[in-house]
């Protein structure tokens, strides 16, 4: 049975650090971080392919770094500089290789095939 279990979040203020983790029940070949804010679609953040390339949205980059423990099978997500727009909850979610789904750095919402049940990241200013 897969699963995706994250943990790590909470509230910190602004300029503050977080570390996401989800535990994978399976190996992936694409993993990534979304996020959701009242109100607003749910978006990608980061993700990591089976060979270790990653991909950032512009509004993190440089502040976020996604990495992943083989032998664990879990992903991390190190949080840095956290703005208030930062604030959502944050999805652990996992995709399988598809030629047809593109690269691990070009899928969306739609191009992932698992999903954990998120963990809320409240900043505050």
């Known amino acids: 049975q897969v699963h995706l279990v994250e943990s790590g979040g909470g509230s910190v203020q602004a300029g503050g650090s977080l570390r996401l983790s989800c535990e994978a029940s399976?190996?992936?070949?694409?993993m990534g971080w979304f996020r959701q804010a009242p109100g607003k679609e749910r978006e990608g953040v980061a993700a990591?392919?089976?060979?270790?390339?990653?991909n950032y949205a512009d509004s993190v980059k440089g502040r976020f770094t996604i990495s992943k423990d083989i032998a664990k099978n879990t992903l991390y997500l190190q949080m840095n500089t956290l703005k208030p727009e930062d604030t959502a909850t944050y999805y652990c979610?996992?995709?399988?290789?598809?030629?047809?789904?593109?690269?691990?750095?070009?899928?969306?919402?739609?191009?992932?095939?698992?999903w954990g049940k998120g963990t809320l990241v409240t900043i505050s200013s």
């Open positions: 399976v190996y992936f070949y694409c």
């Open positions: 990591i392919d089976s060979g270790g390339t990653t």
């Open positions: 979610a996992a995709g399988f290789y598809d030629l047809k789904r593109g690269s691990c750095s070009d899928r969306d919402v739609s191009g992932m095939d698992y």
